[in-house]
């Protein structure tokens, strides 16, 4: 990253016109609900201020024609079916490290886009994005750096959309202070004062919806002195998806406000669908080499228990602090809700290595990824013998 005052750290924003295009479908009456008394109910439950609140009148979802296809919107391609638009964050896509050594303002510009997209094998979803992926965009900064964010809700959403930064020091993290209706544009600025591993999600109510519907991400704020080199750098992040038909239905999925509140997700997924870093963007080293993966948990609900199916950690970072000492030799580490780590360790053996969540029932719902390791064999280090011929 060079040495300049304003720097722009994030991923490209998509512009209106590359916006999926409204479809019709189940829930749009129950949308309109949860747009008023719905979210202004777990609004005051977590304290919002009544300007978060959505209410049925400033979004008239009735009047606006949510026919269309997505086909023609791609925002990357998809290898298993080119026809759906894809909304999965390539895990390669982290910033570079920060060489500079003094404070600067970095820009960042979020935009929130609603579009329906690839979900599983033979199902799609309505999406709430930041900037088109799930998880959105990864920020990086340094201790000491203003952050100025720029964030616009495109013009053919459906939702008033925010955004609440966990490394922000100030009311909502941001969120009030973004509140945009579709079409609107607002701005905000706060100091890095923390150096850590921070998540950022929308905080409309109902919040809970809105993340679940695919609004987090992640933003990681070095220390001063930087991070220790690595030859490899991933970006991933879990969350629960609610729909009312079942995990395996086919079709346009429908979000569920029901199951949302009872904590019964159909599908768990890491970097925003079933197979996203399986089929799609599966992580990719060398033996030999350093792998640092960020991992977080964008919830709303859930921990997660993460884990590499035949890697140690050399080193974890819990609860996203930079500046504890880290935890050496860890078969598993705890993610919160809302919280993210930082797991470092070289390969030394090739395969296909599986990241899980360790509550491994989440797999049969999607959760899962794979770290391909190419290079020499290491017999030593494991050998998968044959056995003898004994004839």
């Not at 949302?260 to 399986?278: C, D, I, K, S, Y």
């Not at 060398?286 to 080193?315: K, L, M, T, W």
């Not at 470092?344 to 599986?354: A, D, I």
Request: aromatic content about 8%; charged content about 20%; some cysteine.
């Amino acid at each position: 990253m060079s040495e300049q005052d304003d720097q722009n750290v994030d991923a490209p924003a998509h512009t209106p016109e590359q916006t999926g295009q409204r479809s019709t479908g189940p829930g749009v009456s129950r949308r309109g609900v949860l747009a008023g008394g719905a979210g202004l109910g777990l609004g005051s439950l977590l304290g919002a201020s009544p300007a978060l609140a959505q209410k049925q009148g400033e979004v008239q979802l009735a009047e606006h024609d949510h026919s269309g296809t997505m086909s023609n919107r791609l925002y990357s391609v998809n290898p298993a079916h080119p026809e759906m638009a894809d909304i999965a964050e390539n895990p390669v896509n982290v910033p570079a490290p920060i060489e500079r050594s003094e404070p600067a303002t970095v820009q960042v510009e979020l935009e929130t886009i609603e579009l329906e997209a690839h979900l599983s094998n033979n199902s799609t979803f309505r999406f709430w994005t930041f900037n088109g992926t799930v998880p959105g965009p990864m920020i990086r900064v340094r201790v000491g750096d203003t952050v100025e964010v720029t964030m616009k809700n495109a013009d053919d959403s459906w939702m008033m959309h925010n955004v609440d930064f966990h490394a922000a020091t100030g009311p909502g993290g941001g969120a009030e202070a973004t509140t945009a209706a579709p079409g609107e544009t607002k701005k905000v600025t706060f100091k890095a004062l923390n150096p850590g591993i921070y998540v950022y999600h929308c905080a409309v109510p109902p919040v809970a919806l809105h993340i679940a519907n695919g609004m987090y991400g992640m933003i990681l704020v070095e220390p001063e002195e930087g991070l220790p080199p690595v030859d490899r750098e991933f970006y991933v992040m879990q969350g629960e998806i609610y729909t009312e038909e079942a995990f395996g239905t086919s079709g346009l999925l429908t979000e569920s406000y029901e199951k949302l509140l009872n904590e019964r997700p159909e599908f768990f997924v890491m970097n925003g669908h079933v197979g996203a870093l399986t089929d799609h963007y599966p992580l990719k080293a060398q033996v030999g080499e350093s792998v640092r993966i960020f991992y977080g948990s964008g919830g709303p609900n859930y921990s997660a228990a993460f884990h590499v199916i035949g890697e140690i950690f050399d080193r974890v970072h819990p609860y996203g602090s930079l500046t504890s000492p880290p935890l050496e030799n860890v078969q598993t580490a705890m993610v919160p809700a809302g919280g993210a780590i930082m797991t470092e360790f070289t390969t030394q053996v090739p395969g296909t290595y599986v990241l899980v969540d360790h509550a491994l029932s989440r797999a049969e719902r999607g959760l899962a990824g794979h770290l391909i390791v190419e290079g020499e064999e290491n017999h030593e280090i494991f050998n998968p013998m044959e056995e003898e011929d004994t004839a």
